[in-house]
């Protein structure tokens, strides 16, 4: 008679995040989001990824990669759980990242985690811009912040209705789908932008408390955005 093989514990299942920007620069805005939505579902890992190619912004206005990438992971470097993420580190031209790919890729390297997408209210209203965007409702979960001057409840009207799920009544907080759940995170209201950070710098105003105090440093060393 053989003995059974011992079973091997299966692993916690782990909750992670996603959250893709051009940070361009990192502010205290998105680590309040991060901090809120770290908090409220227990994630695990917030990957932070800086986006070489954003569909969406032109690459002529956009800082180098390398300082983006640089003072994403200063910010993180202050809070565990929160890491930087190459995921959209540059590739050969002309490659632009889209986000279903991004959601593709994790969903592939973490098969058995639960898997969030962190999105700011502004961003998400132009999810049908998106490429494969029926697709990307469906890949994970998705966490959707409040920005001040953008209404949380015309954020319905942007799902599909054949999208919605049974049980999709008026929750102020959670929009069911068949196969995804967008949450809504009302608990953040920063009103701060990183195009205001760049705006000040060019006309020489200071940006303490704007970012954090790491990011601050690095964009006055090296002279960033003047
Ligand atoms: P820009 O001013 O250059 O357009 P931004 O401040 O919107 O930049 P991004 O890097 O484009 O920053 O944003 C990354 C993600 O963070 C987006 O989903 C965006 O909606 C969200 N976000 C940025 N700032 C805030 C904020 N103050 N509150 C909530 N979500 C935010």
């Known amino acids: 008679m053989t003995t059974p093989a011992p079973q091997r514990a299966a692993a916690p299942r782990r909750s992670i995040a996603l959250f893709g920007g051009t ?11 991060a901090q809120a939505a770290q908090r409220r579902f227990h994630l695990d890992a917030i990957h932070f990824i800086p986006s070489s190619r954003p569909p969406h912004k032109s690459q002529q206005e956009l800082t180098l990669f390398i300082h983006r990438y640089a003072m994403t992971a200063l910010a993180c470097a202050e809070h565990p759980g929160f890491l930087p993420s190459l995921a ?3 590739a050969a031209p002309p490659h632009v990242f889209y986000s279903i790919e991004t959601v593709r890729k994790f ?16 961003q998400f209203l132009e999810f049908p811009t998106w490429k494969s965007y029926e697709q990307l409702l469906d890949s994970c979960d998705f966490i959707v912040a ?3 001057g953008f209404r949380l409840d015309a954020l319905r009207l942007i799902v599909p209705p054949e999208k919605l799920g049974r049980s999709s009544g008026h929750d102020q907080h959670k929009i069911v789908l068949r196969k995804s759940v967008v949450h809504l995170l009302t608990t953040v209201a920063s009103h701060v932008s990183s195009t205001e950070v760049r705006e000040r710098l060019q006309r020489n105003q200071g940006i303490h408390g704007l970012v954090p105090p790491r990011v601050e440093e690095y964009i006055l060393g090296q002279a960033l955005y003047r």
């Open 23 to 33: 940070f361009d620069p990192i502010h205290s805005g998105h680590i309040a989001v």
């Open 88 to 90: 959209e580190a540059p």
């Open 107 to 122: 969903r592939r390297e973490h098969p058995d985690d639960h898997l969030y997408f962190i999105i700011g209210a502004d």
């Open 146 to 148: 409040s920005r001040p």
